[in-house]
């Protein structure tokens, strides 16, 4: 059912006891991390290699949480050869995309 998160993985962060919590830290999440990560075009056109690596290393804790271990990988390998990581960073707004519409469907059927 999903291709990147992994609900066992989420429950076993935040536990599954909470409900109103666990959507809050989803939520956050979405609105936080991953549009942060979306929003890198600038970053790259500018080639702001520092904001793209602190972007990256900040949203890799979060990408554990909800089981996306291939995004988080691509996050690293972004991290590690920043001047030559444009490719990941498309693979990456792929996986965003993804995410997203899980985790929206994770929510839902909370």
Do not use: V
Not at 35 to 64: F, T, V
Not at 78 to 104: C, V
């Amino acid at each position: 059912m999903y291709q990147l998160i992994s609900p066992q993985t989420i429950f076993q962060y935040f536990g599954d006891d909470d409900k109103e919590m666990l959507q809050e830290m989803i939520q956050i999440i979405l609105d936080s991390n991953l549009q942060d990560l979306k929003n890198m075009e600038d970053l790259y056109a500018s080639n702001d290699w520092g904001m793209i690596k602190k972007r990256c290393h900040k949203a890799k804790p979060s990408m554990s949480y909800i089981g996306a271990i291939q995004t988080r990988k691509i996050l690293e390998s972004i991290e590690s050869d920043l001047e030559t990581s444009q490719d990941k960073f498309s693979e990456l707004k792929e996986h965003i995309e993804i995410i997203e519409k899980e985790l929206q469907t994770f929510l839902e059927s909370l």
